[in-house]
C-alpha cells in the first residue's frame, strides 16, 4: 500500500533542504498518516482527513 491518503490522495511532497554552506539536498515530505476507521473499514487517513470528518461527525 502506497503513503497515500485514502480519502484525500494526498501522497509526499519534495522540497530542497539548505546547509550552513548552502548545499542543496533534495527531502521527501511524508503525510501524518494513520489508521482510522471510516463506513467500517480500516483506512490509512491523514491527520487533517480526521480531523475534518470528526468535525463534521460532531456537528451533525
Known amino acids: 500500500m502506497p503513503r497515500m491518503c ?3 490522495g494526498k ?3 519534495r522540497t530542497i ?3 550552513h554552506s548552502m548545499r542543496a ?3 521527501r515530505l511524508k503525510p501524518n498518516l494513520q ?3 471510516f463506513g467500517g473499514k480500516r ?3 491523514c491527520a487533517r482527513c480526521i480531523k475534518t470528518k470528526a468535525k463534521a461527525a ?3
Open 6 to 8: 485514502a480519502i484525500c
Open 35 to 37: 489508521y482510522a476507521v
Open 17 to 19: 533542504k539548505r546547509s
Open 58 to 60: 460532531k456537528a451533525a
Open 43 to 45: 483506512v490509512k487517513a
Open 25 to 27: 539536498s533534495i527531502v
Open 11 to 13: 501522497t509526499y511532497s
